[in-house]
């Protein structure tokens, strides 16, 4: 059964938690809108950057075809419209399995609206 008074004993530590979780996301926030900001000072030097360093990057990263700030109306959607997505994953065999094959993840959904 809940206990009241414990709970109520940690509800300042849980309040003090979420402030400081507040304030880490606000300095990421801040940080992000920093860094879009000298992102859009000078792209082509980090369009640069990004050519001649790519390759030793672990990851791949998208290159940007506009300036980043680029916003474009969209046409409003139909009253009736279907939606239809697809995904995937795989999994490689493991040696050390009894059975060597893949495992394949094969998702879809259609949502009519």
Not at 23 to 47: I, M
């Amino acid at each position: 059964m809940l206990d009241l008074t414990k709970l109520a004993g940690q509800m300042p530590a849980i309040s003090q938690h979420l402030h400081q979780e507040a304030q880490v996301s606000r300095q990421r926030l801040d940080r992000a809108r920093s860094l879009f900001a000298t992102l859009q000072e000078n792209q082509a030097h980090w369009l640069a950057q990004q050519e001649e360093w790519g390759d030793r990057l672990l990851f791949a990263t998208a290159t940007p075809t506009e300036p980043p700030d680029t916003a474009k109306l969209i046409p409003v959607p139909p009253a009736k419209h279907t939606v239809f997505a697809t995904d995937g994953s795989q999994i490689a065999p493991s040696h050390h399995e009894i059975a060597y094959c893949y495992l394949v993840n094969i998702g879809r959904v259609m949502l009519h609206y």
